[in-house]
C-alpha cells in the first residue's frame, strides 16, 4: 500500500510542477497575498475531483476490455511518460521560468474565476489527470488502489499550499532559469523511470 501511495506521490508532482499558468498565477496570488487561501484549495481540489474522476471512472469507461487492452494502455502510459521526460530534457536547456507581474487581481470571484479557467480549461490537464493517472492506476486493485489516488491527490494539497503561501520564498528560486533547469531533469529521469515500470507491468520486457 506504502509503494502505491509513493508511486501516486511522485507521479503526480512530478506533473504538477511544469511551468504552466495556473502555477504562475498561484504563485503571483502568493507575492501579492490576494486571495491565497480561496485560490490554493480550489486547485487542489479541482485536481483532486479530476484524479478520482481517472481512477474510478476509466476502469469502468473501457469496462471488460481492462484486461484484453491492458498492455497497450500501460505501453501507451510509457509512451506519454518518455515523451513528457523528453519534454523535460528539452527544457533543461531553455530559459523558462515562471514570469509574475503586479497587476491588481481583482475580487475573490474574479480570482476564482481565472482559477476554475485555468484548471478546467486546460486539455492537458485531463490527458494527465484523467488519461495518465487513470491509466497507471490499473495496475493497482482495492485498496492499493485507493492508496495511489490518495498519494496523487496528496501532491496537490501538498504542491498548492507550498507555491502560493511561499511565494516569498520561492519567487527568487523559480524566476531563476538554473532552477527550473536542474527540477526539469530531475523530473525527466523520474518520468522515464515510470515509463519503464509501466512497460514492464505491460510486459513489454
Not at 480561496?38 to 479541482?46: I, M, N, R
Not at 518518455?82 to 475580487?107: E, H, K
Request: charged letters at 10%; glycine letters at 12%.
Amino acid at each position: 500500500m506504502l509503494f502505491a501511495y509513493s508511486k501516486g506521490l511522485v507521479l503526480s508532482l512530478s506533473l504538477i510542477v511544469a511551468i504552466g499558468s495556473q502555477n504562475a498565477f498561484v504563485l503571483r496570488q502568493g507575492i501579492l497575498r490576494h486571495h491565497v487561501w480561496p485560490v490554493v484549495f480550489l486547485c487542489a481540489f479541482g485536481d483532486a475531483f479530476l484524479i478520482i474522476a481517472g481512477v474510478a471512472g476509466l476502469p469502468l469507461l473501457i469496462g471488460d476490455f481492462v484486461v484484453p487492452i491492458a498492455p497497450w494502455l500501460f505501453g501507451g502510459a510509457a509512451l506519454w511518460l518518455f515523451g513528457y521526460g523528453a519534454l523535460r530534457i528539452r527544457d533543461v536547456f531553455g530559459n523558462d521560468v515562471l514570469t509574475i507581474d503586479d497587476r491588481p487581481v481583482g475580487s475573490l470571484w474574479a480570482s476564482l474565476g481565472v482559477t476554475v479557467a485555468l484548471t478546467f480549461g486546460n486539455p492537458h490537464v485531463y490527458l494527465d489527470t484523467v488519461g495518465l493517472i487513470g491509466t497507471v492506476s490499473l495496475q493497482f486493485s482495492g485498496v492499493n488502489k485507493l492508496a495511489f489516488a490518495a498519494g496523487a491527490i496528496t501532491a496537490s494539497f501538498i504542491f498548492f499550499p507550498m507555491l502560493g503561501y511561499c511565494g516569498y520564498l520561492l519567487s527568487e528560486v523559480m524566476c531563476k532559469p538554473f532552477a527550473w533547469r536542474i527540477m526539469n531533469g530531475i523530473i525527466a529521469l523520474i518520468m522515464f523511470g515510470l515509463a519503464t515500470t509501466m512497460l514492464w507491468v505491460g510486459r513489454w520486457f
